[in-house]
C-alpha cells in the first residue's frame, strides 16, 4: 500500500482547520452540558467566566477567540512562537539529560571496574598457586580437574 504525503499546511490554514476544531468540541460540550444537573451547569459557568476573566487580565486570548501562541508543537527549550521564557525553563529541560548521561557513565565505570577485580582475583589465584601457569593450557589437566571435581 502506497503512502501519501501531503504538503505542508501554511499557518493560516492551520489557524482555520485549529479554529473549525476548537467549534467541533464546544458544540459538543454544550450539546453534552444540556443533560447536566442546575447546580452542576451554573458551577461551570462560573468557573468558565473566572477562566475567561482571568485569561483577558493576562493579556492572553481567551479560548473561545480560538487564537494560539505556538503552532502546537513540543517547544525544546521553552522556546514557542517568539515567546523566550527564562533560564530556568532552559536549565530544567536539560538537567534530565545531564542525569541520564552521569548514570550511564557511572554505571559503566562500575560494571569496568567490576570486570577488573574479578580478573584481578582470577590472576593473583592463578599466581598465588603451585602449579606452574602452562599446566592450566595443558588438555589432560582440564580433563583432571572436571573428574576431580565430580568425586
Keep these: 500500500m502506497k503512502q501519501r504525503t501531503l504538503p505542508p499546511l501554511s499557518q493560516a490554514r492551520l489557524d482555520a482547520l485549529q479554529a473549525r ?3 467541533r468540541i464546544t458544540s459538543q460540550l454544550t450539546h453534552q452540558t444540556e443533560h447536566l444537573p442546575q447546580d452542576v451547569s451554573e458551577r461551570l459557568r462560573f468557573a468558565r467566566e473566572q477562566a475567561l476573566a482571568k485569561a483577558r487580565r493576562a493579556g492572553t486570548a481567551p479560548a473561545t477567540e480560538a487564537h494560539h501562541a505556538g503552532g502546537g508543537t513540543l517547544a525544546l527549550f521553552g522556546w514557542r512562537g517568539g515567546d523566550h521564557t527564562g533560564w530556568w525553563v532552559k536549565f530544567g529541560s536539560i538537567v534530565p539529560l545531564v542525569a541520564l548521561v552521569a548514570g550511564l557513565v557511572l554505571i559503566d565505570n562500575w560494571h569496568g571496574s567490576n ?3 574479578a580478573a584481578a582475583e582470577i590472576d593473583s ?12 593450557s ?5 580433563e583432571y580437574l572436571k573428574t576431580a571435581n565430580n568425586d
Excluded: E, K
Design 138 to 142: 595443558d588438555a589432560g589437566f582440564v
Design 21 to 23: 476544531f476548537a467549534l
Design 115 to 117: 570486570q577488573i577485580s
Design 125 to 136: 589465584a592463578l599466581l598465588a598457586d603451585d602449579l606452574p601457569p602452562a599446566a592450566y
